[in-house]
DNA sequence: CCTATCACG
DNA sequence: GACGTACGTGATAGGA
């Protein structure tokens, strides 16, 4: 930078600590969409330098704190040798390197620091902080203003009449831990630091220590007693001097032990002023910003909306401008290579467990001709055209299309229907896909939109039994594969139609097993994520609100450009993942866990399950009469109406009006009226709570059970279909929707009555099969416990056996409420246990569940020893993974946020457990039907509850089915893995499902 | 559309 | 020393 100007009185000078800014911008990076964080064309990390860049720009145009920058320093740290690591060796010697992804951004950061003209400003054997601590003194000494912008409260040491110190935003907005960005002067400083003014801090700071840079400190001293001693001798040395007078015997005789580790830690908190500067102060103008070199930058960075944005503040043309070519993907300061794929396969070579009994058409994975042409369309694919899709009208053309499918071996597919609930909806139209680009729909039930005609079928369409003829044998040919997103919806309208597709792949499941937890795995999602393209939206095609028209009624050429884009979608994304299975080492998973459930669920989802309507109703009858009763004693308690159904009001009458105890607000500021907190009062001998309580049950009851399941009754069927998702949850267990039958009611009288509406068809029984204790188990296995997996073994009470080892009390002896905090304590190991968390459930002192959970890591270390273990996978490989191998991502670990890290710490400890245990009922399901068959059973799987099959069988084969059904799900695990405890499986008949569970 | 609450494992 | 606090879901109602 040649450019100078002597600063003088009324200057701004703003001092930036660019190491803190560079984490910051890192870490909240890692807070927004993953998305914004690498560069498209090669995958290279650039989120930081993106808000880096951002924020820089609003600095150097707009400033920060209402103070706009005359001069401008970015001052960083040299990463080795500073003289403070010579003094001590520890110094900073905690510090976890930083993250791969940061350091391969960092030269990017100082070439973003001369694309604005500006030059890093860095020195050997010195920190960021001695460099803006000595430009501080000297600007101070003109005359000038200095704003330092970090986050390191060592540094607010500086500020005083002249100098502020100014904190950018943390956290990520609306999460919790968020700061807004602030601005501190003296005053604030000195609030901040109990009172004492900055020129005190380092004497604060050599006695608390600074945990951040492993400056040690005196123990046992933190902010508040070193305050507090400060004030009482004034300073660091007198206070180490006249020691001897502090009143408390163990404070004195820490400090008079530690008095030498206190001067250490002042020396090392203590900011060189004199260091030499390697650009003059004179020398630090905000330069005119150089727009060209400026956008060369973005462009290489390919930071698309920034560079617009540059170009239109300072009026330039963008197309006149190349972007720097040593930047670009591939150039000659780029250190970036795609990561290379490594084979984590959980199974390794062993062979895979059978998956159904007999040998399946789904045993199909893909033939060498199908994988190479694969490769060969792969690297030829070009851009989404809609105009050459083709509305296919001709049962000639559609022939020619079949024929090309199975010349190639396999084709994409995409069903249009009339409804999104695929048992309710008609067949509209199919599309297919043959290559990227080239992708036909062949309408067959389009409607006219005139009403004259009653909306008749268009003119021109295949015939639909003629085109499924024409399909039926491609969709079925075992050498042929489909391929679908979420294929399941397609299989089952097909399946109506009487067409068995298979062998197929699922663009959806196979995102699932490679990427869950970095985001959701439908088709819009995947195409943005992989193939840099959005495709046409749901609203585009068929309008909203009022205008809104269901698929039947939209005209042939947008249905064409609709459809046919999704089966072209479909193709190109199954051209990209499905080579990462085998890379990647996910092949058997999803062949073992994913593939085989699409049919198995698929026809669940048909069956349904009988529910007794007459029960149903009468229920909600009685529920009404209640809840109009409580209504009126309520009113008459509370002197007023009010709507029971909002918190807000109940909170006004609660604790407002009344004035009753422990009222909380939630995050969002309203009343919290939680069913424990009003449990509490009630408890407590209030009336009124007790009734909103009651009120509260039955009204759940009421609209979310024997109200809406009535409306899911099949108005054909008069069943009840719910909808499974397969790739929805992060561990790997199936949802339930529309309606959820995984919550039906169990835990309350008045629950269980709904569970009995549940019932079997006249000369048949529901049968209830649940794993005991499962996720208790697998926790015996995987955490290597002796003691749980003896108790399981010998069958004994798993929560009275981890009483007895905890509590020291005999088995025999056990007296119930130890058992009761013994199951609170284990489900909570779970969960990732918090102290905080055991207390409040169990109703005791923090200290006591601090010492219940103490005591359980000390009774079974592997535990301990799982945890830990399961942390440090996460921080070093962003994933954790099942006994089976099936990977659960955890991006967010990386999140600046301790809250929030330590929230996905949980989610990463619990997440092999109950992801093993979805795995293992996922092998049970893939093995039942061909189990079934065997021995010519008929029992049909209706539901699956995470833990719990729900079949529906003939009265003469019951006595038959309940061991094999017992056996398949026992064995499931084998013979993949050999878990060290047994499973238990508990399977009962009875007329309805609330006496069969 | 978001929030609070509550049903299940 | 503060902060927030057990994992995974989906449905409903109120209120902006």
Redo the contacts with the bound molecule.
């Keep these: 930078m040649a450019s100078s100007r002597p600063v003088a009185a009324g200057d701004q000078v703003f001092l930036v600590d660019g190491s803190s800014f560079i984490f910051r911008a890192y870490f909240q990076s890692m807070n927004q969409d993953s998305k914004y964080n690498t560069r498209i064309s090669d995958g290279m990390p650039t989120g930081a330098v993106r808000l880096f860049v951002t924020k820089l720009l609003q600095f150097i145009r707009d400033g920060a704190a209402g103070l706009k920058p005359t001069h401008l320093a970015i001052v960083l740290d040299k990463s080795e040798g500073s003289f403070r690591k010579e003094l001590y060796e520890d110094y900073k010697g905690h510090r976890p390197d930083p993250p791969s992804d940061l350091i391969v951004q960092m030269p990017l950061m100082r070439e973003a620091i001369r694309a604005f003209g500006l030059d890093p400003i860095e020195l050997e054997r010195y920190e960021a902080d001695d460099l803006i601590a000595t430009y501080t003194q000297e600007a101070k000494a003109r005359g000038a203003n200095v704003l330092i912008i970090s986050s390191d409260k060592d540094l607010m040491q500086l500020v005083g009449p002249l100098v502020c110190f100014y904190d950018f935003e943390s956290g990520a907005k609306?999460k919790?831990?968020y700061r807004a960005e602030r601005n501190l002067d003296e005053a604030a400083v000195t609030e901040k630091w109990e009172g004492l003014p900055p020129e005190k801090i380092g004497d604060l700071l050599a006695l608390m220590g600074d945990?951040s840079d492993n400056v040690p400190g005196v123990p046992?001293?933190?902010?508040?007693?070193a305050a507090q001693l400060i004030k009482e001798f004034g300073d660091l040395e007198t206070l180490l001097a006249r020691a001897d007078e502090i009143k408390q015997p163990k404070r004195r005789e820490t400090l008079i032990a530690n008095a030498d580790m206190a001067r250490l830690s002042k020396k090392l908190v203590t900011l060189d002023c004199e260091a030499p500067l390697p650009v003059p102060l004179d020398a630090l103008p905000v330069p005119d910003l150089d727009a060209k070199s400026l956008i060369a930058f973005l462009k290489a960075m390919e930071f698309n909306t920034i560079t617009r944005r540059v170009a239109d503040l300072y009026e330039v043309d963008l197309a006149a401008i190349e972007p720097d070519p040593r930047l670009m993907p591939g150039g000659a300061s780029i250190r970036w290579e795609r990561l290379g794929a490594t084979d984590t396969a959980a199974e390794g070579s062993s062979p895979a467990a059978p998956v159904s009994g007999e040998a399946g058409p789904n045993g199909f994975v893909g033939t060498p001709s199908q994988l190479a042409a694969q490769r060969a369309t792969h690297a030829s694919s070009q851009g989404f055209d809609t105009a050459s899709y083709e509305t296919i009208m001709d049962i000639e053309v559609l022939k020619s299309w079949v024929a090309q499918a199975r010349e190639q071996g396999y084709v994409a597919l995409d069903t249009a229907t009339s409804a999104l609930d695929p048992n309710l909806a008609d067949l509209v139209g199919i599309a297919l896909a043959l290559k990227p680009g080239r992708a036909g729909y062949v309408p067959l039930q389009h409607r006219g939109d005139s009403d004259l005609f009653g909306g008749g079928m268009l003119p021109g369409q295949i015939p639909l039994a003629d085109a499924l003829a024409v399909l039926k044998p491609l969709l079925e040919d075992p050498s042929v594969l489909k391929i679908g997103q979420d294929i399941k919806y397609d299989w089952v309208i097909l399946c109506r139609h009487g067409i068995e597709v298979r062998p197929f792949d699922d663009t959806m499941l196979i995102s699932y097993v490679l990427d869950a937890g970095k985001g959701p795995h439908g088709m819009d999602e995947l195409a943005r994520r992989h193939l840099g393209h959005s495709p046409m939206t749901w609203a585009e095609v068929a309008g909203t609100g009022k205008g809104k028209v269901s698929f039947e009624r939209v005209e042939l050429d947008k249905a064409t450009a609709y459809a046919a884009e999704d089966a072209d979608v479909t193709l190109r994304l199954w051209q990209v993942l499905k080579p990462r299975l085998p890379a990647e080492g996910r092949a058997t998973v999803y062949e073992t866990l994913e593939r085989p459930l699409v049919d198995v669920i698929g026809r669940m989802e048909m069956r349904g399950i009988s529910v007794d309507r007459q029960i149903l109703s009468r229920l909600s009858g009685d529920f009404a009469q209640s809840l109009a009763r409580l209504e009126d004693e309520i009113q008459e308690i509370a002197g007023e109406k009010f709507?029971?159904?909002?918190?807000?009001?109940?909170?006004d009458i609660l604790f407002g009006k009344m004035g009753l105890p422990g009222a909380k607000?939630?995050?969002?500021?309203?009343?919290?009226?939680?069913?424990?907190l009003?449990d509490e009062l009630a408890q407590a001998g209030h009336l009124l709570p007790e009734k909103i309580?009651e009120w509260?049950?039955l009204?759940?009851?009421k609209?979310?059970?024997t109200?809406?399941l009535q409306?899911h009754m099949h108005p054909q069927s008069k069943r009840v279909h719910t909808s499974y998702?397969l790739a929805?949850?992060?561990?790997g267990?199936l949802?339930?929707?529309?309606?959820?039958l995984?919550?039906?009611?169990?835990?309350?009288e008045a629950?269980r009555k709904i569970r009995r509406a549940f019932v079997a068809p006249e000369g048949s029984k529901i049968i209830s099969a649940?794993?005991s204790q499962i996720e208790l188990r697998i926790l015996a296995h995987i955490a290597d416990i002796p003691q749980l997996q003896e108790a399981f073994a010998q069958g004994i009470d798993i929560h009275a056996a981890t009483a007895s080892a905890m509590f020291g009390v005999a088995l025999d002896q056990m007296n119930p409420d130890l058992r009761r905090q013994a199951k609170?304590?284990n489900?909570?190991?779970?969960?990732?246990?918090?102290?905080?968390?055991?207390a409040?459930?169990l109703s005791i002192p923090?200290g006591e569940a601090a010492t219940f959970i103490k005591q359980y890591f000390e009774r079974f270390p592997g535990i301990r020893a799982y945890m830990d273990d399961i942390k440090k996978m996460t921080r070093e490989n962003g994933y954790v993974t099942t006994l089976f191998g099936r990977v659960c991502h955890y991006p967010q670990i990386k999140s600046g946020n301790?809250?929030e890290r330590?929230?996905v710490e949980?989610?990463a400890?619990?997440?092999p457990i109950?992801g093993t245990a979805a795995d293992i009922i996922r092998r049970a399901m893939a093995r039942m039907e061909g189990a079934l068959k065997a021995e010519r059973l008929s029992a049909k799987m209706l539901l699956q509850?995470?833990?719990?099959l729900v079949f529906e069988a003939p009265d003469d084969e019951i006595a038959a089915t309940l061991p094999v059904i017992a056996r398949v799900m026992t064995d499931a695990p084998f013979p993949a893995v050999a878990l060290k405890v047994p499973l238990g499986v508990d399977a009962r008949a009875a007329q309805n499902w609330d006496e069969a569970?």
């Design positions: 609306g919790p831990g945990s046992g001293i933190g902010l508040k007693t709507n029971l159904g909002s918190p807000k009001q109940i909170g607000k939630t995050p969002s500021g309203q009343w919290a009226t939680p069913a424990t009003l309580l509260r049950q009204s759940k009851l609209s979310t059970y109200d809406s409306q998702a929805s949850t992060t561990t267990r949802s339930s929707s529309e309606p959820n995984q919550n039906i009611p169990i835990r309350t629950g649940d794993y609170t304590i489900f909570g190991i779970i969960y990732g246990i918090s102290a905080f968390g055991l409040q459930r923090h301790p809250n330590a929230g949980r989610q400890i619990n997440a109950q509850v995470h833990d719990e569970h």
